[in-house]
């Protein structure tokens, strides 16, 4: 019997701890509500707490603000993107595909679409102009780009008064 014939089911093994990975996920994403208070003061992306889905945040040279999110096997009419006060909230459904809940076995697996509930990415309303954003959606990848708010170099006017009149 060579060593690779002892029958241990690799691909088994990679399926549990997917399956652990994606519980402890959950388990993390369902503590998040109490966890806001961390998550603001470590700049404000809640985003890195979760596995899913993979996402990108970046400042271009001009300042917009882009975040890509690999959405594979969802389809863009199941997917929203809105924004609520500083927050950019993405939702999906994922379609059942063909051997998921069927009894079928993977002999791998390195992906499994799964819904999306109102994952929210830090995108502050008073430094980016979130009525012109714009997104397309590619290939399997969401990419939401929000230009920052344009200033007019005037700032605010403070009145100086002289003290006793």
Known sequence: MGHCDRGFDFDGS???IIRMAR?????IKGMAPEMDPIFESCGGYRHHAYFYPPANVYTTRDGSMVLEFALAGIDESAVSATFQGDYLVLSAKAAAKEGEGDGSHFSRRGFRPRDIDRQKYRVPAEDYA?????AVFKNGVLTVTVPPKESDGSGIKVEIV????
């Open 130 to 134: 979130q009525e012109l954003a714009k």
């Open 23 to 27: 519980d402890f996920g959950e388990k």
């Open 162 to 165: 002289k003290e006793g009149i």
């Open 14 to 16: 990679l399926d549990d």
